[in-house]
């Protein structure tokens, strides 16, 4: 995960499969590298590992917005 401000890497994960906690784990890097994400904007490829509703739980926990459900 990238800082778009000062462009800084906060956040990442390393696994061979692309499910949920790989990025959850890599947003928790960057919740403690940051000192928080109360407010922050989140983007993603909107892939199904970002869009599961443990992933969302996690966004509402540290505080990060998240954006309308598209029905």
């Known amino acids: 995960m990238l800082d778009c401000f000062s462009r800084r890497v906060v956040g990442w994960s390393i696994a061979d499969h692309m499910r949920t906690d790989l990025v959850a784990d890599a947003l928790k890097m960057a919740a403690a590298t940051r000192g928080g994400l109360v407010d922050s904007v989140f983007h993603s490829d909107h892939g199904a590992q970002y869009t599961a509703k443990d ?17």
Request: overall charge positive.
């Open 55 to 71: 992933y969302a739980a996690l966004c509402r926990g540290l505080g990060v917005p998240l954006p309308p459900s598209r029905s």
